[in-house]
């Protein structure tokens, strides 16, 4: 079955880095785009960032452009996200997730709806 495993979250400061890995298995991780997205208890889920099933294409949200940069890893069927300059506000459960299909476009991937499998999340902390 699928399982989505995520790792690297943990307390950080402010202006601080984190590397959040998401561990893929039970499906062909290459032919499909990826997603990571954050929860906060009193902010519904929303998309961070996500990179296309090739690799090719990338999209931020506008909150962490320029701070965050998500990649692949296809031989070790694993997605990151590296994040810099960290704020307080980036203070979340971050979560990866596979998409339904192989979509290269903005709209399918930054949509949750468009995401079949979710991890259970990684607690990041940016605090002073």
């Known amino acids: 079955q699928v399982q989505l495993v995520e790792s690297g979250g943990e307390p950080a400061h402010p202006g601080g880095s984190l590397r959040l890995s998401c561990a893929a298995s039970?499906?062909?991780?290459?032919?499909?785009?990826m997603g990571w997205f954050r929860q906060t208890p009193d902010k519904e889920r929303e998309f961070v960032a996500a990179?296309?099933?090739?690799?090719?294409?990338?999209y931020y949200a506008d909150s962490v452009k320029g701070r965050f940069t998500i990649s692949r890893d296809d031989a070790k069927d694993t997605v990151y996200l590296q994040m810099n300059n960290l704020k307080p506000e980036d203070t979340a459960l971050y979560s990866c997730a596979k998409n339904e299909g192989d979509p290269i476009g903005s709209i399918r991937l930054s949509r949750k709806k468009h995401y079949d499998f979710w991890g259970q999340g990684t607690q990041v902390t940016v605090s002073s």
């Open positions: 990179i296309s099933w090739n690799g090719a294409y990338t």
């Open positions: 039970g499906f062909t991780f290459s032919r499909y785009s």
